[in-house]
């Protein structure tokens, strides 16, 4: 039997063991029955996702399945979770990808980006990732990968890069998502849970932070995210082709024949217009994912697109392994499973300053790989206005050591919805990203110590004021 086959079998044996354990062991008194169930389907599902024992779908219908039979949570419930809006997003997000991929709209953005970032397959990477994080900035990051995917994905299928295989192809998805997932934690513009951890400290503490005040703390640590991000990805899938030449001509040929923009590449234009302009300026009143459908049926409104090209094109399987995870992460923390786990750790380890940081920031990036980073800074934000009460820490910084990591998810495809979207390509590969995630992971939790110890203190913001 080949090693790499035995350690995932080892892995779901405990993953199982683990299961039954949790089950049936008597429930500590601070965690509803409830709670132990929920926790015992996460380990038994984490075990087959990270090890892709089963298809990821696959996996995840079985966690909806066994939410209601172990009554964690009611049918009605269970189901209704499941129709979570980040699964709206995601599939009115590749409804537009697939437009852009057919009407051949797509093929024109991707030979502008290699003309712009020359045709070195690293420079390629980079361009992607730096597009990917700066576009963050600005709109959701969500949006981002939402918007790159198609242009990416044209690319890929130009140099007939092969799905699992292509280190090129690894690199190109992977620069997408973690470049959108960098990027989203900068400005409050990139993801809801900056905005929810300031709302936390302003109600806790009658104190905010501004937009630019944001930004001036975070946009070091981005930088410093993003040249590791280059490095991990670059150095782990080292490219086969010496230049992405052969595409660019092949892209250049058949814009060519294509000509000048069709009829539905311009109202295609229109409707990505519409759509780009209320994701960056009306996301406080209507909701992207509700963009996102609108600009998925305006495809049929105005005729671009049949049924059955989105059909083709749309990965059905990374939807199901979404909303999966989903009804897995509410109910993990709507029983209080999930603050039950950060409470046990806090609780038993002495929290000096570098400790704090380091827990505090593990802690929330873990929450944040299982359930939404939303509920991740949610749920460990008091906790940690609690213990830096007692610590006398500056709760200003505290929302920042939270927020900041807290967006940051590397390792699984449910942990953010740029992950979710770079794997319904099919060119990455679940256990490769994972374990480079868990170091990425691992140097982020390094990076917003160094940036609270180093940075912070230089322009006016102390941990112990």
Known sequence: MHIKDLKKKIIVLIGIISFFALLLMPNPADLSVEGQRALAVFVLSLSLWVTNFLPLAITSLMGIALIPLLHIMSLETTYATFG???????????????????????????????????????????????????????????????????????????????????????????????????????????????????????????????????????????????????????????????????????LKGKIENMGDLSFDEKKLVFVFIAVISSWIFLSGQVDISVTAILGGVMIFVLDILDWKDIEEYINWGVILMYGGAIVIATALTDTGAAKWIADQVFSVIPLTPIVFIFLFALVTKLLTEGVSN????????????????????????????????????????????????????????????????????????????????????????????
């Open 84 to 250: 979570n809006n980040a699964i709206f997003f995601i599939l009115g997000a590749l409804m537009l990808a697939a437009s852009l991929y057919k009407t051949g709209l797509g093929t024109r953005l991707a030979y502008k980006l290699i003309t712009y970032f020359d045709h070195k397959p690293r420079r390629i990477s980079v361009g992607i990732l730096l597009s990917s994080a700066v576009l963050s900035f600005i709109m959701p990051e969500h949006a981002v990968a939402a918007m790159l995917f198609p242009i990416v994905f044209e690319i890929a299928e130009t140099l007939e890069l092969k799905p699992l295989e292509s280190n090129f192809g690894k690199s190109l998805f992977l620069s997408m998502a973690w470049g959108a997932v960098i990027g989203g934690i900068t400005t409050f513009l990139g993801g809801a849970r900056n905005l929810l951890a300031v709302g936390i400290l302003q109600k806790n503490y009658g104190l905010s932070i501004g937009f630019f005040e944001w930004m001036k703390y975070s946009l070091p640590y981005t930088i410093f995210l993003l040249i590791a991000a280059y490095f991990m990805i670059t150095r782990t899938f080292p490219s086969e082709i010496e230049t992405v030449g052969p595409a660019f001509d092949k």
């Open 374 to 465: 939303v509920a991740a800074v949610a749920i460990v934000i008091p906790l940690a206005f609690s213990v830096g009460q007692v610590l006398g820490f500056n709760p200003v910084a505290i929302t920042l050591l939270i927020a900041l990591p807290g967006g940051l998810a590397f390792s699984l495809p449910m942990g953010a919805p740029p992950n979710a979207i770079a794997f319904s390509s099919g060119y990455l590969d679940l256990a490769e990203v994972f374990k480079l995630g868990l170091w990425m992971n691992l140097i982020s939790i390094i990076g917003i110590y160094l940036v609270s110890k180093l940075y912070w203190p230089l322009v006016g913001l102390e941990l112990i004021p």
